[in-house]
């Protein structure tokens, strides 16, 4: 395990050292900008660091409305309806779809969205058994649940499959790490998302990840929207800071220029990187999944900090992945780029 030290950006501190940080999750960089410090700090002073009241109680603040407006108004969805973290709003959305149906998910779905008592196993012919259950057991109420990123290939998920779906059902997607990057403005998952009639969308995600605002959220169909607001999850937890949501409605220039540059860099790093192989990456993403363990220390010894940690479990084997972030240069890549020709120079693949 490595200590950083300070707020880390494109660079980052160990023991007083410099590093290159291509790690972490911040894809905009955004609480590397004054200006963004700036508005939190103001909404602090203006509606507190903490909202000393139920977001069911007498005494409300009209900030959230507003917030979960826009928030519908950038997923292009109905409703929606804040929490004070990813994992509330991923806890909040499973429980809800498995008060109302049958659960039915899909590899590699994150702890927050497991509900034991209403979940179908995962089969190696997921997709197969999926369709047939929803299409031929019509008495029967589902919910697909989804990540819209595979977090062990790096890869935005196949949603094509769903195309022979011919009865109703809801899909509860997890789109923290495609909310704020996937998409022209940023919307997410959603914009990829085939429009069938018997589909019923329900996405929840982070908005700590792309966006830096400690919160998370669910959007979806105002009927659904509504029971979620019913569920202890919502009435009795604290709300989002009010601080990081006056960032947020008010930083939509700043998000929009952080992910023109973000893209920028995903286009450079993977002329940089041609010829590397066994980097899995794909180019809607920022992140680089990396097969050989071996890299991460090789670009350690170069002040270069990847992303390694061993997924889902502590047994499973290292997970080595390269992270861009809006704030890195083009000489920053190249560094990268040049250390990643040298290690494969040494390696079989």
Same mark, same amino acid.
């Given at each position: ?10 660079t980052?501190y ?14 905009l960089g ?7 410090n700036?508005?939190?700090?103001e909404?602090?002073?203006k509606y ?6 139920s ?5 409300r ?19 929606s ?11 909040a959305?499973?429980?809800?779809a ?13 702890p ?5 008592e209403?979940?179908?196993?995962v089969?190696?012919?997921w ?12 008495n ?9 990123v !595979? ?8 949603? +094509?499959?769903?195309?022979? #779906? @011919?009865?109703p059902? /809801? %899909?509860?997607?997890d ?24 589909i019923r969308y ?5 908005l700590?990840k792309a ?7 669910i ?8 029971a ?11 709300g989002m800071?009010?601080?990081f949501?006056?960032a947020?409605?008010?930083s ?9 540059s973000?893209? !920028?860099?995903?286009?450079?790093f993977?002329q940089?990187? +041609?010829?590397?192989?066994? #980097? @899995?990456?794909d180019? /809607? %993403? ?15 010894q ?17 997970m ?8 890195h ?17 040494t390696?079989?693949?």
């Amino acid at each position: 395990m490595i200590q950083i030290e300070g707020v880390p950006g494109r660079t980052t501190y160990v023991n007083g050292e410099e590093f290159l940080f291509f790690s972490g999750f911040a894809y905009l960089g955004m609480t590397s900008l004054p200006e963004f410090n700036t508005l939190i700090m103001e909404g602090a002073r203006k509606y507190g660091a903490v909202f000393p009241s139920s977001r069911i109680s007498n005494t409300r603040s009209a900030l959230y409305e507003e917030f979960e407006e826009k928030l519908s108004g950038f997923l292009g969805l109905p409703a929606s309806v804040s929490f004070s973290s990813g994992y509330m709003a991923s806890k909040a959305a499973a429980s809800f779809a498995a008060e109302h149906s049958r659960l039915l998910y899909t590899p590699g779905i994150h702890p927050s969205l497991h509900i034991q008592e209403s979940s179908t196993p995962v089969s190696e012919e997921w997709r197969e058994d999926i369709i047939g259950k929803v299409n031929e057991e019509v008495n029967e109420s589902f919910t697909i649940v989804m990540e819209s990123v !595979n977090p062990l290939t790096g890869e935005v998920q196949d949603f +094509s499959w769903l195309d022979q #779906i @011919r009865n109703p059902v /809801r %899909l509860l997607v997890d789109d923290s790490h495609g909310i704020g990057i996937l998409g022209e403005k940023g919307e997410g998952i959603i914009s990829f998302l085939p429009k069938i009639p018997p589909i019923r969308y329900l996405v929840c995600y982070s908005l700590a990840k792309a966006f830096s605002c400690e919160g998370g959220g669910i959007s979806g169909e105002e009927e659904d929207i509504k029971a979620i607001k019913k569920l202890p999850w919502f009435t009795a937890a604290t709300g989002m800071s009010p601080a990081f949501i006056h960032a947020w409605n008010n930083s939509g220039p700043l998000f929009d220029k952080q992910l023109a540059s973000l893209k !920028n860099n995903i286009l450079l790093f993977d002329q940089k990187i +041609s010829g590397v192989p066994s #980097i @899995r990456h794909d180019a /809607r %993403l920022p992140s680089y999944r990396i097969r050989e363990e071996a890299c991460y220390e090789f670009c350690l010894q170069y002040h270069i900090l990847l992303s390694a940690f061993r997924y889902p479990s502590e047994n499973d084997p290292l997970m080595a992945r390269i992270v861009l972030n809006a704030l890195h240069s083009e000489e920053d890549m190249e560094i990268l780029s040049t250390c990643l020709h040298e290690f494969y120079k040494t390696v079989k693949i």
